[in-house]
Nanobody
Framework: QVQLVESGGGLVQAGGSLRLSCAAS????????LGWYRQAPGRQRELVAS???????NYADSMKGRFTISRNNAKNTVHLQMNSLKPEDTAVYYC??????????????????????WGKGTLVTVSS
């Protein structure tokens, strides 16, 4: 019903920049919160940044000042601008959507989906 597709991952040198994008598709009316999580091998998945439909942002402490999250409500896209990348930023980055409202079967009334959604992830590798 709802799909999230990430893009923009790749290999960059330490100190470089990368911009991740995520596009949500489906019969979506609105998304309350969009976020980015990451998971490195042997580590637990962690929040990188999130942003609400009202553009309230939340960042993990280690990302503050380096990463910037943004979204386009009309396009249902979310982006993560990553600057001053470090080797420890290497991970699979996942797009996440919470508080998703979809159109009902008649498409004249939105309804809360009752679940959150994850993308497949995009790999970011930072070399030194």
């Amino acid at each position: 019903q709802v799909q999230l597709v990430e893009s923009g991952g790749g290999l960059v040198q330490a100190g470089g920049s990368l911009r991740l994008s995520c596009a949500a598709s489906g019969n979506i009316f609105s998304i309350d919160r969009l976020g980015w999580y990451r998971q490195a091998p042997g580590r637990q998945r962690e929040l990188v940044a999130s942003i609400t439909s009202g553009f309230i942002t939340n960042y993990a402490d280690s990302m503050k000042g380096r990463f910037t999250i943004s979204r386009n409500n009309a396009k249902n896209t979310v982006h993560l601008q990553m600057n001053s990348l470090k080797p420890e930023d290497t991970a699979v980055y996942y797009c996440h959507a919470d508080g998703v409202y979809v159109f009902g079967p008649v498409n004249d009334r939105p309804d809360y989906s009752g679940m959150d959604y994850w993308g497949k992830g995009t790999l970011v590798t930072v070399s030194s």
